[in-house]
């Protein structure tokens, strides 16, 4: 058989016998591994949004990615659906994290940086951390 016919058998256990059985369980617990992660790590780092927003992307591309590996074991499609979306989401997988967000994490990381700056200037005159009296607008004279 030519390497190219394999694109177009179906995706079951008789045709694909060594990696079906490891895909589908893979992607199966990769799916519940990243929503698992998702929601511990949205309550971990809710007050940082630009680690919220790699969370989400990346479960956003797990679910899309293993949810359609799951679809393709249980529907038998043809392997020529199946390599797209094994080789496209671990593409997509490489690009959110290591292109699409690290650029925008050091921004962030950045701009932190200089609101910590600004904010120790700010109190680095001794009287900015000494407290004014009330000023009284009558004046009593005491006994």
Do not use: C
């Not at 893979?26 to 809710?46: D, E, K, T, W």
């Not at 992307?57 to 038998?76: D, E, H, I, K, Q």
């Not at 009330?134 to 006994?143: A, E, L, N, Y």
């Amino acid at each position: 058989m030519a390497p190219w016919q394999y694109l177009f058998i179906s995706w079951d256990t008789t045709n694909f016998a060594p990696i079906f059985t490891i895909t589908w369980m893979f992607a199966l617990a990769m799916l519940a591994v990243s929503i698992f992660f998702y929601n511990f790590q949205g309550r971990r780092l809710r007050n940082y949004a630009i680690f919220l927003d790699l969370n989400e992307w990346l479960l956003w591309t797990s679910v899309g990615t293993f949810a359609l590996l799951l679809m393709y074991t249980v529907f038998n499609f043809d392997f020529i659906f199946v390599l797209p979306t094994m080789v496209g989401g671990a593409v997509l997988f490489l690009w959110i994290r290591f292109l699409h967000f690290p650029p925008l994490i050091q921004a962030y990381e950045e701009r932190l940086a200089r609101q910590r700056y600004f904010q120790r200037s700010k109190t680095a005159h001794p009287e900015a951390t000494i407290r004014k009296r009330p000023v009284s607008s009558t004046k009593r004279r005491r006994r």
